[in-house]
Every structure is written in structure tokens, then in C-alpha cells.
């Protein structure tokens, strides 16, 4: 992984589209992250959980899951069987930049709930289709590949084009295995950033103590609550930047009681000030 040294909840994209199939016979587990881009996973083999946002889920080969920019994602390996799986990352300007004018080939990742409507489990038919359009893609990256730009993007455009067809269909239906007190303190949490938040109220809310809380909530999402706590209130200032909201009531309303601590964070976190950051989107 190649998380940024200041925020090893991000997991940077260098290139327009990267992509490769892995197989794991160790514990492949790491902790809740996101990326500066989209990606595509597809399940192939092997004992894992995944969790998106406030989900847990165990896959069965042909799971297909989709996560945009602003999801937080992990893999927990369950025992070191074999595990197999495609992956796909794509920045969202390239997935434009593919668009025909009257179809965004990003809509099955944007326009949705966020961490709602990720998974697809694909037909044997489907999960064929998909792997034929992934060898193509394969192809683009072969040494001294004629035309190897026209072969890619002609590739990613199927593939894309195959995944909003997915997405269009009825949800996929699910066990979510999170436990519930975890999925609550992720909600506390989200609705009450503005708030100081204390891990005793936290606890007292679930009828659990603290200690137990505080190790149950790293167990399932690889991050301690004051790391989750703090990726969260970058994340609603980003978004506040991004609706036109000032640099000031950002801070404040993200949570940050104190400025000089959040233009740190903040920089920290995503590379830039947050002055630089609602420049680069105004």
C-alpha cells in the first residue's frame, strides 16, 4: 500500500487507471482507508471480510464492489487461505475525460448514499464478461503494446460502461455483520462532530465499558476511535470547503475548536492548507 506519510488513512493514485490481480497466501488485513480516486474490486477466492463505511460483509467469489473517493474501506483476512481478487483504481477526471456527452461513465459511483449500493454479486455470465473486458485492459499493458493508449481507454470505457449496467439493476442483498454497537459509535460520531465527543458517553450508550469499546472498535476498523474521529472531521470540512463555506466555519463546524490545530490537520491529512484546498475548487 502507498498510504501518504501524514495521512495513512489515504491511499493516493498516481495514474489515471492502475490495475492488477493479487493473490495473497498471508494476512492480507489492513485498516480503514480511502483513495484520491474510485476503485473497482472484484472478489475472486479466499476467507475475508469486507467492510465499507459502516458494513461488514463476507464475500463469495463474483462479489463485485464499487467505492468512490469518500468511502472508507478494509479487508480483515479470517485464516491465510488463498486470496484472489482483481483491483481497479481509477481517477474520477480520466472516468470524465471518457465520458461521452450525454453519459457520465462515473454515475454508479457518485450518485448514490455513500456506503450504500456497493455490492453486486455477478452471474457466471457477467462474471465472464467482466473478465474478458479485464484481459483486454491487461493488454494495454504489455511492453511495446501498439496503440496502447486507444487500447486502454477503449477498455476502461467497456469496463465502466459494464459497471454502470450492474448498478443499474436491484441491490444485492446482504448479511451485515457489523455489530451494532460499532455501526452506532460511527453514527454518534457523524452527527455529532461539532460536539466534544467522550468514550465514556460512548460506552455508557452500548451498556459496555470503555477498554472493551475501545479495542472492539480497532478490532473491526483497524484505527483507533481518535484516529476514525479526526478522519471524519477532515472529511466534513473538505465537504464544507467544496459547498463554498469558509475556511473559518469549516473549522468550526467540522469540529475544530481551535484554528491553529486544524490548519494543521488539515494540511496533515490531505497535503495542502485548507486555504489552498478551497482555492483549487472555487
Known amino acids: ?15 489515471d487507471i492502475s490495475f492488477s490481480r493479487k493473490k495473497s497466501t498471508y494476512n492480507a488485513s489492513y485498516a480503514y482507508h480511502r483513495h484520491d480516486g474510485c476503485e473497482v474490486y472484484l472478489f475472486l477466492s479466499g476467507n475475508v471480510r469486507l467492510y ?25 483476512s479470517i485464516d491465510q487461505s488463498p486470496y484472489e481478487r482483481i483491483v481497479i483504481n481509477i481517477k474520477r477526471d480520466y472516468m470524465e475525460a471518457l465520458s461521452p456527452c450525454d453519459f ?13 449500493e456497493n455490492l453486486r454479486v455477478l452471474s457466471p455470465d457477467a462474471l465472464q464478461e467482466f473478465l474478458t473486458l479485464y484481459k483486454g485492459l491487461e493488454s494495454s499493458a504489455t511492453p511495446n503494446c501498439f496503440g496502447r493508449t486507444i487500447i486502454q481507454n477503449a477498455y476502461a470505457s467497456l469496463l465502466l460502461l459494464f459497471l454502470n449496467r450492474q448498478y443499474q439493476t436491484g441491490p444485492s442483498s446482504y448479511k451485515n455483520t457489523m455489530p451494532a454497537y460499532i455501526t ?19 460506552a455508557n ?9 475501545s479495542a472492539q472498535f480497532k478490532h473491526h476498523t483497524g484505527l483507533t476511535l481518535r484516529a476514525y474521529l479526526l478522519d471524519r472531521k477532515i472529511s466534513c470540512a ?7 463555506v469558509s475556511v473559518t466555519d469549516a473549522c468550526y463546524c467540522s469540529g475544530f475548536n481551535d484554528y491553529a490545530n486544524f490548519i494543521r490537520s488539515f494540511k496533515n491529512a490531505t497535503g495542502v492548507s485548507p486555504g489552498k484546498y478551497h482555492e483549487s475548487i472555487s
Do not use: A, W
Not at 104 to 116: A, W
Not at 185 to 191: A, C, V
Open 1 to 15: 500500500m502507498n498510504k501518504t506519510e501524514n495521512n495513512p488513512h489515504l491511499e493516493p493514485i498516481s495514474e
Open 52 to 76: 465499507i463505511e459502516q458494513t461488514c460483509f463476507s464475500p463469495v467469489p463474483g462479489s463485485l464492489v464499487i467505492l468512490n473517493s469518500n468511502e472508507m474501506h478494509r479487508v480483515q
Open 184 to 202: 452506532g459509535t460511527m453514527q454518534y460520531i457523524d452527527s455529532h462532530l461539532n460536539e466534544p465527543i467522550r468514550l465514556s458517553v460512548l
Open 238 to 244: 473538505k465537504q464544507l470547503l467544496q459547498e463554498g
Open 205 to 213: 450508550n452500548f451498556h459496555i465499558s470503555e477498554s472493551y469499546l
Open 104 to 116: 457520465s461513465l462515473e454515475d454508479c459511483f457518485y450518485t448514490r448514499p455513500l456506503g450504500t
